[in-house]
């Protein structure tokens, strides 16, 4: 069972048009909705990343209390108050253990802000909103465009870390999804020029890079996570595609003490030293 999972509600469904539209939602914004648990009284932190007015269409995070693996989990959904005050919690969705969720919503004017209460907000250039897989995304063309997260002291030093994403590059090159560093690597994310996924890690004695085992198709969304223990150069991440661990193997440049991520910058999309920019769409990085 997983415990307060953030569950993603995408529906399309005629009641949730607004009162205008012939629905049934009260609030032309959609913040009448409501999720609660299986009592149909508890109520249920959620966040609205994209909701329709004409359509009824609502793409929703709600953090879910227990999700069980062997029955149903039953929630409830409540509309209909046009004097209702925004019901939503979105930092309530995502616990201390998210310490970034952007979403990149939208589609139209691009987003990059930060769902979680750290406020890690980044901040876009060049690249321009898109669709996604899930509601809006990011955009870059390749020329040096990226999403800047400034450094935070709550994102340095994170040993155990775990990095998702989804990704749809245009082009069969090396092209940098995500990691931090300003003007020195400390670590990232790639897609290598035989369209396998890259993770560099720098030690005190050498650039560690594994390799996946398996290839991310061009011109399609594919979900990437990697896992990570930096806390002893022995450690190796594994990194899941679609799913699916990859096998990496052992990087013997793995040696000595990990570099620390003090004073280093967050990038989306390029290094931070304009090189290897990516040519494609990012969505949903945690």
Same mark, same amino acid.
């Given at each position: 069972?997983?415990?307060?999972?953030?569950?993603?509600?995408?529906?399309?469904?005629? *009641?949730?048009?607004? =009162?205008?539209?012939?629905?049934?939602?009260?609030?032309?914004?959609?913040? *009448?909705?409501?999720?609660?648990?299986?009592?149909?009284?508890?109520?249920?932190?959620?966040?609205?990343?994209?909701?329709?007015?004409?359509?009824?269409?609502?793409?929703?995070?709600?953090?879910?209390?227990?999700?069980?693996?062997?029955?149903?989990?039953?929630?409830?959904?409540?509309?209909?108050?046009?004097?209702?005050?925004?019901?939503?919690?979105?930092?309530?969705?995502? *616990?201390?253990?998210?310490?970034?969720?952007?979403?990149?919503?939208?589609?139209?004017?691009?987003?990059?802000?930060?769902?979680?209460?750290?406020?890690?907000?980044?901040?876009? #250039?060049?690249?321009?909103?898109?669709?996604?897989?899930?509601?809006?995304?990011?955009?870059?063309?390749?020329?040096?465009?990226?999403?800047?997260?400034?450094?935070?002291?709550?994102?340095?030093?994170?040993?155990?870390?775990?990095?998702?994403?989804? /990704?749809?590059?245009?082009? /069969?090159?090396? *092209?940098?999804?995500?990691?931090?560093?300003?003007?020195?690597?400390?670590?990232?994310?790639?897609?290598?020029?035989?369209?396998?996924?890259?993770?560099?890690?720098?030690?005190?004695?050498?650039?560690?890079?594994?390799?996946?085992?398996?290839?991310?198709?061009?011109?399609?969304?594919?979900?990437?996570?990697?896992?990570?223990?930096?806390?002893?150069?022995?450690?190796?991440?594994?990194?899941?595609?679609?799913?699916?661990?990859?096998?990496?193997? =052992?990087? =013997?440049?793995?040696?000595?003490?990990?570099? #620390?991520?003090?004073?280093?910058?967050?990038?989306?999309?390029?290094?931070?030293?304009?090189?290897?920019?990516?040519?494609?769409?990012?969505?949903?990085?945690?």
């Amino acid at each position: 069972n997983l415990t307060d999972f953030p569950m993603l509600f995408k529906v399309t469904d005629a *009641d949730l048009k607004h =009162t205008d539209h012939g629905g049934k939602v009260g609030k032309i914004d959609g913040t *009448d909705i409501l999720f609660t648990s299986s009592d149909g009284s508890t109520k249920l932190s959620h966040e609205i990343e994209y909701y329709a007015s004409t359509t009824g269409e609502i793409i929703a995070w709600v953090k879910v209390p227990t999700l069980y693996t062997a029955q149903q989990t039953p929630i409830y959904v409540y509309f209909g108050n046009s004097g209702a005050s925004d019901q939503q919690n979105v930092t309530g969705v995502w *616990d201390s253990n998210f310490k970034g969720v952007w979403h990149l919503p939208n589609g139209t004017t691009l987003s990059a802000s930060d769902s979680t209460s750290n406020a890690n907000n980044g901040v876009a #250039t060049n690249a321009t909103a898109a669709s996604g897989y899930i509601g809006g995304a990011a955009s870059f063309d390749g020329t040096d465009d990226e999403i800047l997260v400034t450094r935070n002291a709550g994102t340095d030093d994170i040993n155990a870390k775990t990095v998702s994403l989804w /990704v749809r590059h245009n082009e /069969v090159a090396f *092209d940098h999804l995500f990691g931090k560093h300003s003007g020195t690597n400390v670590w990232n994310i790639s897609i290598d020029s035989s369209n396998f996924i890259n993770f560099r890690q720098v030690f005190s004695g050498g650039t560690a890079t594994w390799t996946s085992a398996s290839t991310v198709p061009v011109s399609s969304w594919t979900h990437v996570v990697l896992a990570y223990d930096r806390t002893s150069a022995s450690n190796d991440p594994t990194i899941y595609i679609n799913g699916v661990a990859s096998s990496l193997g =052992t990087d =013997t440049n793995s040696t000595g003490s990990a570099n #620390t991520d003090a004073s280093n910058d967050i990038y989306m999309g390029e290094t931070g030293n304009a090189g290897s920019d990516l040519n494609g769409l990012l969505d949903e990085v945690r």
